[in-house]
């Protein structure tokens, strides 16, 4: 069964780091797309960044270009997001997304802030 636990969440300031983390277990994470989308209060989730299965190719939102950086540890089967230069309109929940042959599955989800 295909399970996703995010941590590493919280309040932030302007301009600092955080760095989330995705525990997947059921699966193992080199076999699927493990994507972070995130969803902010009254809008669409949306998809952040993207990691390839084998290759590692990466995708990211031409908003957190530069700034985010998706990765993964094969050994503790965990993927992360480094966020870096944080801004007032990285506030959202980010959730954790497992794909593979059309199916997904998603994390509960933690909450960033950033405020000052």
């Known amino acids: 069964q295909v399970q996703l636990v995010e941590s590493g969440g919280g309040l932030v300031q302007p301009g600092g780091s955080l760095r989330l983390s995705c525990a997947a277990s059921?699966?193992?994470?080199?076999?699927?797309?493990m994507s972070w989308y995130r969803q902010a209060p009254g809008k669409e989730r949306e998809l952040v960044a993207r990691?390839?299965?084998?290759?590692?190719?990466?995708n990211y939102a031409d908003s957190v270009k530069g700034r985010f950086t998706i990765s993964r540890d094969n050994r503790k089967n965990t993927i992360y997001l480094q966020m870096n230069s944080l801004k007032l309109e990285d506030t959202a929940v980010y959730y954790c997304q497992a794909v593979r042959f059309g199916a997904s599955s998603w994390g509960q989800g933690t909450q960033v802030t950033v405020s000052s």
């Open positions: 059921g699966f193992t994470i080199t076999t699927y797309y």
């Open positions: 990691l390839g299965t084998t290759g590692g190719s990466t």
